[in-house]
């Protein structure tokens, strides 16, 4: 096994990169925010005893302690602290907004980008692959259930963590006993809260996997109408989509429920801090000045709690999510790029097949000379098509190597690879929007603007928009033979040694001629799998499979029928119009 194979992707570290920086600023936002509240707690005790206190705080009497002090403040100095203080609180609240989603963003967006790179380098039709609908959800609910844990779990830890912790400390300086009570009622509240959360943990689960029925039954089903309106089950795929639609719904009340329990538990805790603050200071018989400070302080924790409390829920969906993402990232990825993998050197395109193997299903041994066209044949299900996606480097081999103009393809960057050999097949279909945008994606990088333009003029001919002609999914709009048309072409932009050809079809290749023209002028090496007689004796070479292994016969056998080619007008390989 590679050592490919071996290597464990894991997920990206939390606080990577300038994440540090973004964290820190947040602590520093809830830090700022709780010194705000307190100049506020203070300026209005303050003001309050300025107003009670006016003759003794003007004949300089007690002015030791420090609401006394503030007290001693001019009217206006005093309005203009509370007014500064209380705007400080409101935009540092509103600038840790930003700063949680960049914090979010930036490591969702290395989760994505970690969680692309692994699934290009995926094999297609590998034993690890997951379905598409499987693919995008982790791409989209898992990445979101992060996203949501580092804006509103992460975040509000840094900055209403940190608040909350020091108003309890300045409750706890101004009265003992209401500090006391007040951090016990947190903790037991936190307690609530964690009992809350191991129930939530499987409920989450549940909904999980609700959704991902629904999901993936809609994904199929909508995608593929045509096949239950052939077959008559409409009504009936309606029933399903309505229970698994009930199924989910049920399962997001039941986890309602919990979270609203939590929510409760932290209304119920802001309260009984207000309680609390309210009968100890009358039992001990506060002044009504240090009580509207305490009030003060009391008052802001509400909030705060509030988002303390959800970081429970934001906590047990991105562990579930991380879980599955790391699903995702612990299967093999043999395809992906290797670091220091140099590009293909040049060469005449001599392709060579080494001992390839997969096990219990295909063993092949061959040269393909340069130049070459050779017909691939056996019977169904023989490995054909395996054997292309070996060439191409769409899927790794058990044992073996393809080797091209001596050069060990898996030790070579994939893209430099997949440029030199050109796989075109029925699993390779056209992607949505415009002809155009098809064909670039076959040009080479370092292709010049406007390479080409001959040889796509033709194919522009035959279309109602030219090259603007929409795509739908899979190629939808467009005819069999237009598709196999703008498959070849865009095989053909970056100039390939070898060309792979599955499943070809001469009435499909918008007249019969065209797999002859290519067969002649192509420079390259062409690999094809036909069953037709007229184009498989265009061959130099037979290759064929039997019981999964490969035979080489040379020269091709070749029919009585002649081929009678017909004038065309020539592209760049003359290959894309007929003449009238």
């Known amino acids: 096994m590679t050592t490919a194979r071996k290597k464990r992707v894991r997920m990206p570290h939390t606080l990577g990169g300038a994440r540090r920086r973004l964290m820190l600023l947040l602590v520093l936002a809830g830090f700022g925010q709780a010194v705000c509240v307190v100049g506020f707690a203070l300026l209005a005790h303050g003001a309050a005893y300025r107003i009670t206190h006016g003759r003794e705080i003007a004949s300089g009497h007690d002015r030791s302690a420090i609401y006394t002090h503030v007290a001693g403040y001019a009217p206006t100095t005093l309005a203009v602290g509370l007014a500064t203080s209380a705007c400080a609180t409101v935009l540092l609240k509103a600038a840790g907004e930003p700063l949680a989603e960049r914090l979010a963003q930036s490591y969702v967006h290395s989760v994505r980008m970690r969680l692309f790179d692994h699934v290009t380098g995926s094999e297609a039709g590998g034993p690890y692959r997951r379905t598409v609908g499987v693919t995008v959800l982790r791409f989209t609910g898992d990445a ?91 009504e009936q795929e309606r029933r399903v989509m309505r229970r ?14 919990l979270t609203g329990a939590m929510s409760a538990t932290a209304e119920a805790c802001g309260i009984g801090i207000l309680l609390i603050v309210v009968t100890v200071a009358l039992v001990a018989g506060t002044t009504w000045e240090a009580l509207a400070s305490l009030l003060t302080v009391a008052n802001f924790l509400g909030g705060p709690l509030s988002s303390l409390v959800r970081v429970q829920e934001y906590w047990q969906q991105s562990r579930v999510a991380r879980w599955r993402i790391s699903e995702v990232l612990a299967a093999p990825a043999p395809l992906g790029r290797r670091r220091g993998a140099e590009p293909l050197a040049p060469g005449p395109g001599q392709l ?28 169904a299900s023989s490995g054909k ?10 899927q790794a081999p058990d044992a073996g190597a393809v080797l091209l103009d001596g050069q060990d393809l898996a030790r070579h960057d994939p893209e430099s690879v997949r440029r030199a ?23 080479a990088p370092d292709a010049a603007e406007g390479a080409d333009e001959e040889h796509i003029e033709a194919l522009a001919d035959l279309l109602p928009d030219g090259l603007r ?12 033979a237009v598709r196999y048309q703008v498959a070849i072409v865009r095989a053909l932009r970056s100039g390939p040694r070898v060309l792979l050809l599955d499943e070809v079809r001469s009435e499909e290749a918008l007249g019969s001629d065209l797999m002859e023209r290519l067969l002649e002028r192509y420079p390259g090496t062409v690999i094809y799998v036909t069953d037709e007689p007229k184009l498989a004796a265009r061959a130099d070479v037979l290759w064929r499979i039997d019981d999964g292994r490969l035979t080489v016969h040379e020269p091709v056998p070749r029919i ?10 020539k ?10």
């Open 144 to 234: 979101s259930a992060l996203r949501l844990w580092i804006s509103k779990g992460v975040a509000p830890i840094l900055v209403d963590g940190v608040f909350v912790a020091c108003a309890i400390v300045l409750l706890a300086v101004i009265a003992p006993g209401i500090g006391a009570l007040s951090a016990a009622l947190l903790l037991l509240a936190a307690a609530a809260v964690a009992l809350f959360g191991r129930r939530l943990r499987e409920r989450v689960r549940e909904t999980r996997r609700h959704n991902g029925r629904l999901a993936a039954f809609v994904n199929e089903r909508v995608t593929h109408t045509a096949v239950m309106q052939s077959l008559g089950r409409v």
């Open 244 to 257: 698994l639609s009930r199924e989910y719904g049920r399962a997001m009340v039941c986890q309602a429920r």
């Open 352 to 379: 060579e097949l080494a001992g390839l193997c997969v096990d219990g299903v295909l063993d092949a041994s061959a040269v393909a000379r340069p130049g070459q066209r050779i017909v691939l044949q056996g019977p």
């Open 385 to 394: 098509s395996l054997l292309l996606r070996l060439i191409a480097r769409l």
């Open 421 to 443: 050999i050109r796989l075109t097949s029925p699993e390779l279909p056209l992607l949505r929007g415009s002809v155009d945008t098809n064909l670039r994606l076959g040009e």
């Open 469 to 480: 002609t929409r795509v739908g999914e899979n190629g939808h709009g467009l005819s069999m």
């Open 560 to 569: 009585n029928e002649p081929v009678q080619p017909q004038a065309i007008t």
């Open 571 to 580: 592209g760049r390989f003359g290959l894309l119009r007929n003449d009238p």
